[in-house]
Nanobody, 123 residues
Framework: QVQLVESGGGLVQDGGSLKLSCAAS????????MGWYRQAPGNQRDMVAE???????NYADSVKGRFTISRDNAKKAMYLQMNSLKPEDAAVYYC?????????????????WGQGTQVTVSS
């Protein structure tokens, strides 16, 4: 199986910064597209930023110029540098990856989600 574990969330003041990390583990053959999503209470889960294996990025309009997604393929990790945070950025942030892995019986290629990390922005 593949496990994705997010870290780096917490409480920050309006205008502050946080850096989220996502670490992948398991019998992974490759990690393809990866991304960060977020979900605030009562809202749907929305894409924040995406990155391909080759490093091509895509951002939600609401975070362009403030957030930067990156990845380290050798470490099987992905990051989200969040600057100029606003109260409306508060949410649970989830890591998602499209991976090829061995699940103990066969090789699979699936989207996998992490458990999420809470980001709170105080005004």
């Amino acid at each position: 199986q593949v496990q994705l574990v997010e870290s780096g969330g917490g409480l920050v003041q309006d205008g502050g910064s946080l850096k989220l990390s996502c670490a992948a583990s398991g019998n992974i053959f490759s990690l393809n597209d990866m991304g960060w999503y977020r979900q605030a209470p009562g809202n749907q889960r929305d894409m924040v930023a995406e990155i391909t294996k080759g490093g091509i990025t895509n951002y939600a309009d609401s975070v362009k110029g403030r957030f930067t997604i990156s990845r380290d393929n050798a470490k099987k990790a992905m990051y989200l540098q969040m600057n100029s945070l606003k109260p409306e950025d508060a949410a649970v942030y989830y890591c998602r990856a499209h991976g090829t892995y061995y699940d103990g019986s066969r090789v699979r290629t699936n989207w996998v989600w992490g458990q999420g990390t809470q980001v709170t922005v105080s005004s």
